[in-house]
Structure formats: structure tokens, C-alpha cells
Antibody, heavy 116, light 112 residues
Framework: QVQLVESGGGVVQPGRSLRLSCAAS????????FHWVRQAPGKGLEWVAV????????YYADSVKGRFTISRDNSKNTLYLEMNSLRVEDTAVYYC?????????WGQGTLVTVSS | QSALTQPPSASGSPGQSVTLSCTGT?????????VSWYQQRPGKAPKVIIY???KRPSGVPDRFSGSKSGNTASLTVSGLQAEDEADYCC????????????FGGGTKLTVL
């Protein structure tokens, strides 16, 4: 069955960096685009970034543009989110989700806390 | 990249029907047929229950239905059951010139 497992979250100081991973299994990874979506504590969902199935296109929310980079390794069935210059307001659970126009499958999320 | 507008709360009694709204603009909900609805329980990941405005993934009860009129999408839950109590969030593709996606703030549905 489709499985998406995020990892790499933790506590980090403002201005520092963190890389999240999303390991996929149960389907042909290279055939699908993926998103990162985040949810701050007690808040709604916020779209972060998307990458096309072949990695040819990436798009970002204005709130993370220039600081976050989405990437993928189709040989490892893994999606990444490199987060630089982290801010307190980036504190959230980060989910990876499969699909481009329809986010059909979601991982369980990984918590990123940005705090001094 | 403005968020879609959803009422913060809604409620209904078991067996009743309730309709949740999701209002956007012509640049997102009104411009594309890529509206999805997600059910989220506390501490859990979102689960898609409607995609492409009105399509239901396999395994989702047909008590859930979606529609769209102009810039507003709607999710109707018929024959409310206690297990339907959850947060419901809508999303839409909003990528006329620069692909992006927007989410609503979510509606907490309470089954009385």
C-alpha cells in the first residue's frame, strides 16, 4: 500500500537550517509529483512547495521562496525539503503529499520547532 | 496566495445533512476544477474525501458529496454520523500564471 514517511524534524534555532525527508513506498515514485504542506500548531494547512514527477519544475509559496528548496531522488524514492534561514513562524508539522493537482496520499508529518 | 474562506464551525444532529462552504476567487476555486476536501482528526494527517470538486476516492462513503458554484465550493455530509465529527479543510489549485495551491482555514464539524 502507499506509504509516505517523513523524518528530519526537530528543534532548531532561528536562522539555522534543517532538511526534511519523505520516504515513499508501495507505488512507482518517479511517476508522481509531490507537495510539502505545513500546519502550525492549532492552525490550518498551508501549502509550501511542489515538485513535478521528473523534477523539472518546482514552485513555492511566497512565505518560503528563496529560503526553502524542494528536491527528489527518484533512485531512493525520497522527497526532500531543505529549509534555510528558519524563522519562528516556520514552526509547524510538515507533511509530504503525493499528487500534483490532487493530493491523494499524505504522510503522518514531522514536527519542526524553531525556537531560541 | 490568499487562503480560502471557511466558516470556523458547523454542527448537526445524527441523521441530518450539513453543508460546508469554501469561498475563493476566480483565480482559484472559480477558475479551476481542482478543489479538494480533507477530513482531519486531532493529531492525524489530513485524509482526502473529495477531489476535483465532486469525485470521491474509493472507500469514502457516498454520504460525502462535493459541488461548486462560481467561486464557492461546498461539501455536503448527509446522514450525519458521530464519526463524522472532525475538521474539514478545502483546497484549490490557484495557478493561472504561477502554479500554487491554497487551503481554507478549516471548519470544525460537531455532531450534536
Amino acid at each position: 500500500q502507499v506509504q509516505l514517511v517523513e523524518s528530519g524534524g526537530g528543534v532548531v534555532q532561528p536562522g539555522r537550517s534543517l532538511r526534511l525527508s519523505c520516504a515513499a513506498s508501495g507505488f512507482t515514485f518517479r511517476s508522481y509529483g509531490f507537495h510539502w504542506v505545513r500546519q502550525a500548531p492549532g492552525k490550518g494547512l498551508e501549502w509550501v512547495a511542489v515538485i513535478w514527477s521528473d523534477g523539472s519544475n518546482e514552485y513555492y509559496a511566497d512565505s518560503v521562496k528563496g529560503r526553502f528548496t524542494i528536491s527528489r531522488d527518484n533512485s531512493k524514492n525520497t522527497l526532500y525539503l531543505e529549509m534555510n534561514s528558519l524563522r519562528v513562524e516556520d514552526t509547524a508539522v510538515y507533511y509530504c503529499a503525493r499528487g500534483v493537482y490532487d493530493l491523494a496520499y499524505w504522510g503522518q508529518g514531522t514536527l519542526v520547532t524553531v525556537s531560541s | 496566495q490568499s487562503a480560502l474562506t471557511q466558516p470556523p464551525s458547523a454542527s448537526g444532529s445524527p441523521g441530518q445533512s450539513v453543508t460546508l462552504s469554501c469561498t475563493g476567487t476566480s483565480s482559484d476555486v472559480g477558475g479551476f476544477n481542482y478543489v479538494s476536501w480533507y477530513q482531519q482528526r486531532p493529531g492525524k494527517a489530513p485524509k482526502v474525501i473529495i477531489y476535483e470538486v465532486s469525485k470521491r476516492p474509493s472507500g469514502v462513503p457516498d454520504r460525502f458529496s462535493g459541488s461548486k458554484s462560481g467561486n464557492t465550493a461546498s461539501l455536503t455530509v448527509s446522514g450525519l454520523q458521530a464519526e463524522d465529527e472532525a475538521d474539514y479543510c478545502c483546497s484549490s489549485y490557484a495557478g493561472r500564471n504561477n502554479p500554487n495551491w491554497v487551503f481554507g482555514g478549516g471548519t470544525k464539524l460537531t455532531v450534536l
